[in-house]
């Protein structure tokens, strides 16, 4: 005996350190073609073993492992959260996936750690029966232990996705953690690696900062500024450059970025005020409206009549029009229904050829007719679907964390995934998050480091305001990202499925075997259910081939 344990885990379990490891092994799996399929090896040692190497043996190819790290939670919840959680104390929790270095892992004694084992089954993989063998050894060449996994491959192809997917893209937390200037090349270059990951992972929509975005910030503070559109200013006329949104664009394309959501042109909760510009003025580059400018005001309002019939002349010479998307103010509520209103009148007029879209739970605004695309949360969605509104997208944030799915990092993985079936079963266009890569505290009043402060400095509970840590090169992915690209997956095998047999056969499939039917606050807790589910739509999409 060598005082070394090993399990293999799915995808949907969370190692902690300091716990006995409840989910039993997982040594079997499915997948499509095209898809990305995980799994963990835990492991555990009665001493300290270092360097430990980790070695994988299969006959596919496309095989990455990361280690599973631990950061810190203060804030893991809110002290009326649900049950449905896997801790509520705080202390370390795994997230981040860091490559594993050339010198191995270290076991560390009596806790358990786990690795991440990606399969990427795109390029030219084959159908059929494969295993995948993980081995960990000592430098002598001792071997440790080892657990196999055995993934059928089937023919078919996951689709591409259907469902327009949107995680708020921070330029400015690029800029600030890496201390590069703002559009500098070195900045494009991190935005670039950062919107890479992000596709790979179901991202096709990009928030576009035409202006700084007037996102979480704290009133009378500001971001730093990124602003891809050149203002200059003289007199009462305005001059607008478009050669960075050019660029912008050009990169998204490259990228696989499909869809543009411009930032909103009026100020968060309440639509009262103008974002921060900066233009230049007499040969002085300065700012020029902000939470000083009155959002009705005629200073504002003569802006946005200059300026928004040259950026919709650019996007349709462009041919943008079928994939922009416009923005007045996020998360308005009924006390600031006036104002709001106030705002869709000064620019309805020059974006009647846009859809414009705003996260927001009342059903009022889209009932006076001020919103045609609202996108509410997913614990109000309900009078959005009793009315029939087409073309629904949802949300989450940290409000949504009782009952509905959500990513925090004291739930489970398979509250994360469960969204997937979700919004296929109420056929969803559409699903915005706020938190791809904030780093900074609560209304930025200042920057963090994400390795250290997991919760917006005491705002919202871990895991809300990002999906990737900054690693030395790039982006570091989450757990949390790889689960919810599963997700995504699932929503996809799932269309697969009802091109083959009908929408309400699908519907039949998916639900067999609940009690209730499926909804944003009614599923399926056991992480189980999930596995067999997706397994069960695999084989039913395999025995149905044309």
Not at 29 to 55: C, H, K, N
Not at 505 to 528: A, C, H, I, V
Request: with cysteine; charged share 25%.
């Amino acid at each position: 005996m060598n005082g070394f344990e090993t399990r293999c885990l799915s995808s949907l379990t969370k190692v902690f350190a300091d716990e006995e490891l409840q989910d039993k092994a997982f040594n079997q799996g499915s997948a499509l073609l095209d898809e990305t399929f995980s799994f963990q090896i835990a492991f555990r040692s009665s001493r300290v073993m270092r360097p430990v190497r980790v070695a994988v043996k299969s006959d596919l190819s496309r095989i990455t492992v990361r280690t599973v790290g631990l950061v810190p939670s203060e804030f893991p919840c809110y002290p009326d959260h649900d049950e449905h959680i896997v801790r509520r104390t705080p202390g370390l929790y795994p997230d981040p996936l860091f490559p594993v270095q050339s010198e191995g892992v270290t076991a560390v004694p009596g806790q358990w750690r786990s690795i991440w084992v990606t399969v990427d089954l795109a390029g030219e993989t084959k159908p059929g029966d494969y295993e995948i063998e993980v081995r960990f050894e000592l430098d002598s060449g001792e071997e440790l232990g080892k657990e196999c996994l055995e993934l059928e491959v089937f023919a078919d192809k996951l689709p591409e996705q259907r469902l327009i997917h949107t995680e708020w893209f921070h330029c400015d937390c690029l800029a600030t953690y890496y201390g590069v200037d703002v559009f500098s090349e070195e900045h494009w270059e991190l935005i670039e690696k950062y919107v890479h990951t992000a596709v790979t992972h179901g991202v096709n929509m990009l928030l576009t900062p035409l202006f700084t975005p007037p996102l979480d910030t704290e009133v009378g503070g500001e971001r730093p500024t990124v602003q891809l559109v050149d203002v200059e200013k003289t007199g009462d006329t305005y001059r607008f450059g478009f050669d960075r949104l050019e660029r912008w664009i050009r990169m998204c394309g490259d990228k696989g970025i499909r869809y543009f959501e411009f930032s909103h042109l009026f100020t968060q909760w309440g639509a009262k005020h103008a974002p921060k510009i900066v233009a230049t003025v007499e040969g002085e580059r300065k700012k020029i409206f902000g939470w000083e400018t009155e959002a009705s005001g005629d200073a504002y309002r003569s802006f946005l009549s200059q300026f928004l019939p040259e950026l919709t002349s650019f996007l349709h010479a462009h041919r943008l029009e079928e994939r922009s998307y416009f923005h007045v103010s996020d998360e308005p509520n009924p006390a600031h229904l006036e104002q709001y209103q106030s705002a869709v009148e000064m620019i309805r007029g020059y974006l009647s050829d846009f859809p414009v879209i705003d996260a927001l739970s009342d059903y009022e605004f889209y009932e006076k007719g001020l919103v045609k695309n609202p996108i509410p949360a997913t614990n109000h969605i309900e009078p959005f679907l009793e009315h029939g509104v087409p073309d629904l997208w949802t949300y989450y944030c940290c409000g949504q964390y009782k009952e509905v799915s959500n990513r925090f990092f004291h739930m489970p993985s398979a509250r994360n995934r469960i969204l997937g079936m979700q919004l296929y079963k109420f056929n969803m266009k559409g699903f915005l998050h706020w938190g791809y890569n904030f780093w900074y505290s609560f209304l930025s009043r200042k920057p963090i480091d994400p390795f250290k402060t997991t919760d917006a400095d005491y705002a919202f509970p871990s895991g809300d305001a990002f999906v990737v840590y900054p690693g030395p090169e790039g982006p570091i992915e989450s757990l949390r990202l790889e689960v919810f690209r599963e997700a995504l997956q699932d929503l996809r095998a799932l269309r697969l499925l009802e091109d083959r047999i009908g929408r309400e056969n699908t519907l039949e499939l998916l639900e067999e075997g609940l009690r209730q039917p499926l909804t944003f606050s009614e599923y399926p807790r056991d992480p189980e259910w999930l596995l067999s589910k997706r397994e069960t739509i695999n084989r039913k999409i395999n025995e149905c081939r044309s």
